[in-house]
T-cell receptor, first 112, second 115 residues
Framework: QKEVEQNSGPLSVPEGAIASLNCTYS??????FFWYRQYSGKSPELIMF????GDKEDGRFTAQLNKASQYVSLLIRDSQPSDSATYLC????????????FGTGTRLLVSP | EPEVTQTPSHQVTQMGQEVILRCVPI?????FYWYRQILGQKVEFLVS????????KSEIFDDQFSVERPDGSNFTLKIRSTKLEDSAMYFC?????????????FGPGTRLTVL
């Protein structure tokens, strides 16, 4: 069973701090990795995707991928209360497979 | 900005009844998906659809489920005989290219409640 693991949290950070969210995956053949944000009762909203080892930055968000360690992370700089949500890590298990495997998500709470 | 739309937003049905959940993907997208999320649990893949046929399906997607693209804009999920355990949020998603080259954009979801 191809699994994606995340700490369920909650992860609590003060406003303005850096939030670090982590994800590990079991299928070494996985090729593409996605971070979604989900507010309670709403649908997943894409934040970032990453395909290559290293860092990818987009505004306040940085995704980091280490395929050797099978590890993906998301850093949120200057965290805002509006960032409070559940962050879902999703993995495409193998190129050509048309599906995403999701983790259970990490709940982030940013306090003012 | 183009978006995926879904109707209805909430569907209540009796166990054993048939339901059809409707989705309008983003207009130039070619890859279509259904996922579900039982309350408090992870988002689970159900099925992917491309070129008018199913590309992949999960173990959840048994004979009670079917998908169809009846015209150039709609994409539907049918559950023939609903069970209590089918109660969940159902999300439609679409993508312009295969997952390795693009991602999936999710609709707002349909909350299905089976009584």
């Amino acid at each position: 069973q191809k699994e994606v693991e995340q700490n369920s949290g909650p992860l609590s950070v003060p406003e303005g701090a850096i939030a670090s969210l982590n994800c590990t995956y079991s299928d070494r053949g996985s090729q593409s990795f996605f971070w979604y944000r989900q507010y309670s009762g709403k649908s997943p909203e894409l934040i970032m995707f990453i395909y290559s080892n290293g860092d990818k930055e987009d505004g306040r968000f940085t995704a980091q991928l280490n395929k050797a360690s099978q590890y993906v992370s998301l850093l949120i700089r200057d965290s805002q209360p509006s960032d409070s949500a559940t962050y879902l890590c999703a993995v495409n298990p193998f190129t050509g497979f048309q599906k995403l495997v999701f983790g259970t998500g990490t709940r982030l709470l940013v306090s003012p | 900005e183009p978006e995926v739309t879904q109707t209805p937003s909430h569907q209540v049905t009796q166990m054993g009844q048939e339901v059809i959940l409707r989705c309008v993907p983003i207009s130039n997208h070619l890859y279509f998906y259904w996922y579900r999320q039982i309350l408090g649990q992870k988002v689970e893949f159900l099925v992917s659809f491309y070129n008018n046929e199913i590309s992949e399906k999960s173990e959840i997607f048994d004979d009670q489920f079917s998908v169809e693209r009846p015209d150039g804009s709609n994409f539907t999920l049918k559950i023939r005989s609903t069970k209590l355990e089918d109660s969940a949020m159902y999300f439609c998603a679409s993508g312009g290219r295969p997952i390795g080259a693009d991602t999936q954009y999710f609709g707002p979801g349909t909350r299905l409640t089976v009584l």
